[in-house]
């Protein structure tokens, strides 16, 4: 299973995603509404899912399929859990857990509601809508899930002067997408079902603007390059896909240290911590 990624357009993916409704969280602006688009091109029915109604009923109104809007704030447990109990009730054949909130901060001045926020969005969400989808996915044998994460979750042990950005409770939240998508993948592959997770870098979207950040100047990719690259990762088989990382040997090694290091424990106290 290789982690390569790609930029290269994928018609379709209907030979890893069976027939059936897709379904996208934070559908109503930047890469969620891409997936939206693309996946309606490829005429799949589709459940939308998002804060504002106003943006996804105007969106539903212009994709050429049939589109069910549901407005939920995936911060409300509530919500959460009525979303979910929606989903166990339908045939998904793929979904999409893109939904995020951009709270940046250190970590003991972030506060605490928001913090709360961004791991209800990001941990909890993702985690009990896949919940969901997956008892049925397994009595059908087919499915895709996409887990939306990004590349600040391989930047835990850079040195913080390197990159400024990344603050522990949000690269925390995107490491915890990549660890579940990556063991989910290995439990649910052979019965037919695809996990990824999907972490591009910087996206020209309105996400950074909510922070009240500038990112104009910084090279950006598109929402719409980053789904199609999603997209053809689950064509090619991807557990990870970087739609930026062009050498996949990278993520390949990332996640063979990891390995490496799970592998060489013993139940012998190491050398190193023993008088």
């Known amino acids: 299973m290789s982690s390569t990624s790609t930029t290269e357009s994928a018609d379709s993916v209907a030979g890893v995603v069976p027939e059936g409704v897709a379904v996208v969280t ?5 890469i969620g509404r891409a997936f939206a688009e693309r996946l309606a091109a490829e005429g799949r029915e589709l459940i939308v899912v998002g804060r504002n109604r106003a943006r996804l009923d105007e969106l539903a109104e212009r994709l050429p399929v049939a ?8 911060s409300d447990a509530a919500d959460t859990a009525r979303l979910a109990g929606l989903l166990a009730e339908r045939e998904v054949a793929l979904l999409v857990n893109n939904a995020g909130v951009a709270h940046y901060g250190a ?4 506060p605490t509601e928001k913090a709360d926020e961004l791991l209800a969005v990001k ?4 985690t009990l809508l896949a919940r969901a ?9 087919s499915g895709a899930i996409i887990n939306v994460a ?13 990159v400024p950005l990344r603050r522990a409770v949000y690269v925390g939240a995107n490491a915890h997408l990549v660890a579940l998508s990556q063991t989910l993948d290995a439990e649910l592959r052979e019965s037919g079902i695809h996990v990824q997770v999907l972490c591009p870098g910087v996206v020209a979207t309105e996400f950074h603007e909510r922070q009240g950040m500038d990112l104009s100047a910084v ?3 598109s929402p719409e390059d980053v789904a199609a690259a999603s997209l053809r990762g689950l064509e090619l088989g991807e557990v990870v896909t970087a739609p930026g990382v062009e050498d996949a040997a990278l993520l390949d090694a990332a996640s063979a240290a990891n390995l490496a290091a799970f592998r060489g424990q013993s139940p012998q106290v190491a050398s190193r911590y023993r008088a």
């Open 26 to 30: 934070g559908a109503s602006s930047g």
């Open 67 to 74: 589109v069910e809007v549901v407005v939920a704030d995936l």
């Open 107 to 110: 970590f003991a001045e972030l």
């Open 123 to 126: 941990v909890t969400a993702p």
């Open 133 to 141: 989808v997956v008892p049925g996915m397994l009595e059908r044998g």
């Open 150 to 162: 990004g590349m600040l979750a391989y930047s835990s042990s850079a040195p913080l002067a390197d």
């Open 219 to 221: 090279p950006r990719m």
